[in-house]
C-alpha cells in the first residue's frame, strides 16, 4: 500500500526502518532508496527510524515502512477488505462450509 500511495504523490510522510537500507538484497535496498527519494521530489517528508530504537523494532514489525497521507486513498482500504473477503470465502476441498452444514428445526409447542 506505500509504494501505491506514492504513485499517488499522497505521502506526506514516510516512515522506514534503517535496516531496510541494509538488506542484502541490493534490490530492496534500490527500492526503498528510489521510494525515498520520490517522496522527497513531492515534498514529502521522510523520517528514518534507528532499528536499534523501540520505535524503529516497533515499526520493523510492520514491513519497516509506513506512511502519513496527505488525503484519504479509499483504493487501498478496498484492496484490503477484497483480499480478506477472498480469504473468509475459501474452504478447503471436501470439507463444507459450516453455515451449509448447519440447519435448523423448529417443533410447534
Do not use: C, W
Not at 40 to 52: C, D, P, R, T, Y
Not at 87 to 98: A, F, M, R, T, W
Request: glycine share 4%.
Amino acid at each position: 500500500p506505500v509504494f501505491k500511495a506514492n504513485q499517488q504523490n499522497a505521502i506526506e510522510v514516510l516512515l522506514i526502518s534503517d535496516n531496510l537500507f541494509r538488506s542484502q538484497d541490493i534490490a530492496t535496498r534500490k527500492k526503498y532508496v528510489d521510494l525515498t527519494e520520490s517522496v522527497k521530489e513531492n515534498a514529502g517528508e521522510v523520517k528514518i527510524f534507528s532499528s536499534l530504537h523501540v520505535s524503529g523494532e516497533q515499526l520493523a514489525k510492520f514491513s519497516g515502512v509506513a506512511a502519513i497521507l496527505r488525503f484519504p486513498l479509499p483504493d487501498l482500504d478496498e484492496d484490503e477488505i477484497d483480499s480478506e473477503d477472498s480469504d473468509d470465502e475459501k474452504v478447503p476441498e471436501g470439507s463444507k462450509n459450516l453455515e451449509e452444514s448447519t440447519t435448523t428445526t423448529t417443533t410447534p409447542i
